[in-house]
């Protein structure tokens, strides 16, 4: 039973099994904040995800029930539909750790990871991005930001989340409730696809995203940071055409470098 909920910015969340809220934001996102808690028995920290709007934690609620206990997703501990006192609805997950653009920005200055580093994140990132498709789901938001390393036993493990945008990998109609959002995700790492919006989102949409996460992560950066929305999706349709020399150049790791141009055979 949730007991109530207090107003979003006071940081405070009670219930008989959660007893408040550290008052700390770490993520806030277009569909809700993620904000640090603690339970009652044991003071065991948990993220507490709060829509801003009804159905904004549905979604992700609905994709994480399916992928409960597969490694690589974040463990659910209470999900609380949308009330009065929370119009968006709560999701308290189990707390993981940085995410690997946080990692990257505790490194001063960020140039670039080691090839080796970036292929084990492949490897990491590839096992629950095949897991959720395999489920019937596209995740729509591979970034950096949304693959974290777990905390204790799983510390090393990566981890997927914010299910926000996810859709239905068999979804064909454009007008479902699954697509009712602009599905482009983060700009810097979205699909072509989802730069036009002319078609559903497939699998194959999460691996160009991871593709240019692979590539930031190991070039530093990507040559469309800070341009315009069309200019990034014409650097992308060059890639398309031309190749991920593109965006591979300025890779230090030949490994990676092959690595990368396989997996965007795929993709292209």
């Not at 974040?74 to 009065?84: F, I």
Request: aromatic fraction near 6%; charged fraction near 20%.
């Amino acid at each position: 039973h949730w007991g109530g909920v207090a107003p979003r910015h006071s940081g405070y969340y009670c219930d008989g099994r959660l007893k408040r809220t550290v008052p700390r934001r770490l993520g806030k996102g277009l569909h809700g904040e993620v904000l640090l808690g603690e339970s009652s028995s044991g003071g065991q920290q948990v993220a507490i995800k709060v829509g801003f709007r009804r159905g904004d934690i549905e979604r992700e609620a609905s994709v994480l029930a399916a992928m409960a206990g597969v490694p690589g997703f974040p463990t659910v501990l209470l999900n609380q539909p949308p009330n009065e006192q929370s119009k968006g609805g709560v999701l308290v997950m189990e707390l993981l750790g940085p995410s690997l653009d946080e990692l990257c920005q505790r490194i001063a200055p960020y140039t670039y990871l080691s090839g080796p580093t970036v292929m084990r994140v492949g490897r990491g990132a590839l096992s629950p991005l095949h897991q959720l498709h395999v489920a019937g789901y596209v995740h729509n938001d591979v970034k950096p930001g949304n693959l974290l390393l777990g905390r204790g036993a799983t510390s090393s493990a990566l981890h997927l989340i914010d299910f926000g945008l996810a859709t239905l990998a068999t979804d064909m109609c454009p007008n479902s409730a699954w697509r009712r959002d602009m599905l482009k995700g983060t700009p810097s790492f979205a699909s072509l696809a989802a730069h036009y919006s002319r078609r559903p989102m497939r699998p194959v949409d999460d691996i160009e995203s991871l593709v240019y996460t692979l590539a930031y992560l190991a070039a530093g950066g990507l040559p469309w940071e800070g341009l315009p929305e069309a200019e990034v999706a014409q650097l992308k349709k060059r890639a398309m055409t031309e190749g991920c020399h593109v965006f591979t150049d300025p890779i230090h790791s030949p490994t990676v470098a092959t690595a990368l141009r396989t997996i965007w055979a795929e993709v292209s």
